[in-house]
């Protein structure tokens, strides 16, 4: 492992993990979040990489969800939110308050635990980001859609009812279709909240196999209650608990080998 001497890279952090010799998405350092006087995250620590899969597990309540949305900002639409602490994005603190959050929309897709597809149809659903960002010619609306459709493979479940209304398919196929929707504004990060949760065993599976190939392309966050989907399909995971980040190494150490009584606890399923 090469550690690197960058101000924005250095040092090691509170959980003992060493800051790898790769580039950096989201940095995040001693955030804490309370919700009133809910003190829901502490001391987090935590480099998300580049082009990987980060997998976030804890029991109910640790605060696995809360941090994801923090990484867009969307926890403080929760008025009695206040943070402390730093999340650098590209190397700027998105905490900040001279940060606009609307350079994070274009840059951060999230996919929800149900598949929330506008009532529109499949066509519309893809194209309504594009359209928002100013893109009016139907031949490039056109291309867009199909390029983002073939990315969430589901482009030949749906290229013959582009027009049909997007809840007309099925759950798993709605889910894609919100990846798809995601994928249209060429995000540089996708955020996803337990996005099989809702899914059959056959739709969790082809939504598994479709993240690992967005790795190729995406940096992508993932929180799940199902640890073996984290072992499946992600490189590194941090698991939470009581709000604090207990370890955050890659996903084989992790399960294989825990450093931590209270991980190894956890996966071994003595609580939780
Ligand atoms: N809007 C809110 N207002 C007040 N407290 C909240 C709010 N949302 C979450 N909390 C509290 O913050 C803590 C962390 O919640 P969070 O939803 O982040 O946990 P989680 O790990 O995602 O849980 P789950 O796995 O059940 O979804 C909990 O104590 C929760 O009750």
């Not at 989201?26 to 935590?46: F, S």
């Not at 009532?119 to 009016?136: C, F, L, T, V």
């Not at 589901?154 to 809840?167: F, P, Q, S, T």
């Not at 540089?188 to 996005?195: A, F, G, K, S, Y």
Request: neutral net charge; contains cysteine; glycine residues 6%.
């Amino acid at each position: 492992m090469n550690l690197v001497t960058d101000v924005n890279q250095n040092n090691i952090n509170s959980n003992g993990t060493e800051r790898e010799n790769k580039n950096i998405v989201y940095d995040t350092k001693d955030l804490n979040l309370w919700y009133g006087n809910t003190h829901a995250l502490r001391n987090i620590d935590l480099p998300i990489y580049e082009r990987e899969v980060t997998a976030i597990i804890g029991p109910s309540g640790c605060g696995k969800s809360t941090y994801l949305k923090t990484l867009n900002r969307m926890v403080e639409l929760v008025p009695s939110v206040h943070t402390s602490g730093t999340i650098k994005y590209r190397g700027r603190d998105i905490l900040d308050k001279s940060f606009k959050v609307e350079a994070l929309r274009t840059s951060v897709g999230m996919v929800f635990q149900k598949p929330n597809p506008f009532p529109k149809s499949i066509y519309d659903n893809i194209a309504y980001g594009p359209k928002i960002h100013g893109i009016r010619n139907k031949k490039i609306l056109d291309e867009i859609v199909e390029k983002s459709l073939r990315g969430a493979y589901i482009w030949d479940e749906v290229k013959d009812r582009l027009k049909d209304n997007a809840y007309s398919l099925s759950g798993g196929q709605q889910q894609r279709i919100c990846i798809a929707r995601c994928l249209a504004i060429e995000p540089d990060v996708i955020l996803m909240d337990e996005p099989t949760s809702a899914l059959d065993p056959k739709s969790t599976l082809k939504v598994e196999e479709l993240i690992q190939e967005l790795k190729k392309d995406y940096s992508i966050v993932i929180v799940t209650h199902n640890m073996q989907q984290a072992a499946r399909i992600s490189d590194r995971t941090a698991f939470f608990l009581n709000g604090e980040v207990v370890e955050y190494t890659d996903t084989d150490t992790l399960f294989s080998t825990p450093k931590d009584k209270r991980t190894e606890d956890y996966i071994t399923g003595r609580f939780g």
